[in-house]
T-cell receptor, first 115, second 113 residues
Framework: AQSVTQPDIHITVSEGASLELRCNYS??????LFWYVQSPGQGLQLLLK??????LVQGIKGFEAEFKRSQSSFNLRKPSVHWSDAAEYFC?????????????FGKGTLLTVNP | NAGVTQTPKFQVLKTGQSMTLQCAQD?????MSWYRQDPGMGLRLIHY???????DQGEVPNGYNVSRSTTEDFPLRLLSAAPSQTSVYFC????????????FGSGTQLSVL
């Protein structure tokens, strides 16, 4: 079964600083990978996704992520963080097989942005 | 479009009571799913459906039932609530299987005393 690890439970950065959130996955085949963001009291919103092709994917709100098969990683980056980026971020990996469509989420990384 | 609508937003139950969490979408999405979110645990899949009449179990299905009689609705039933089911529940839908963008409802906060 697939699994997702987000090593950092909580990260604090200053506004304007760069950001990298780590995600490692375990999956036998080529994974389908996602990053979602959750603002307080809200549901999740898709930031970006990777299925195949270019290993650097661009998402909404200026985020990007890079798929590195050799490291089983899909880290999320942003060059300059804004105060509005404070939220919880979830990495997810999808499994497909027959009628099986399961999306497994990591435990999340809470981002705090200092002024 | 209303998107994914969950009701109620908040609910308090006593142990042993039953209730149904409602989820409806107006986007003609085939795929619908229920997750629970607990502190430090992320989101865990309870049940999902790939179309009307078709449901399957996710990671944590025990204590929950689902049915999918229409494309629009995917209710989650707790037959005998337990304190371990205290959580925030999210319904999500997508046009196809998971590799499509998931649209999430705003959540139901459930407390079981």
């Amino acid at each position: 079964a697939q699994s997702v690890t987000q090593p950092d439970i909580h990260i604090t950065v200053s506004e304007g600083a760069s950001l990298e959130l780590r995600c490692n996955y375990s999956y036998g085949a080529t994974p389908y990978l996602f990053w979602y963001v959750q603002s307080p009291g809200q549901g999740l919103q898709l930031l970006l996704k990777y299925f195949s092709g270019d290993t650097l994917v661009q998402g909404i709100k200026g985020f990007e992520a890079e798929f590195k098969r050799s490291q089983s990683s899909f880290n999320l980056r942003k060059p300059s963080v804004h105060w509005s980026d404070a939220a919880e971020y979830f990495c997810a990996v999808g499994e497909v097989g027959g009628s099986n469509y399961k999306l497994t989420f990591g435990k999340g990384t809470l981002l705090t942005v200092n002024p | 479009n209303a998107g994914v609508t969950q009701t109620p937003k908040f609910q308090v139950l006593k142990t042993g009571q039953s209730m149904t969490l409602q989820c409806a979408q107006d986007m003609n999405h085939e795929y619908m799913s229920w997750y629970r979110q607990d502190p430090g645990m992320g989101l865990r899949l309870i049940h999902y459906s790939v179309g009307a009449g078709i449901t399957d179990q996710g990671e944590v299905p025990n204590g929950y039932n689902v049915s999918r009689s229409t494309t629009e609705d995917f209710p989650l039933r707790l037959l005998s609530a337990a304190p371990s089911q205290t959580s925030v529940y999210f319904c999500a839908s997508s046009l196809g299987p998971f590799n499509e963008k998931l649209f999430f409802g705003s959540g139901t906060q459930l407390s079981v005393l």
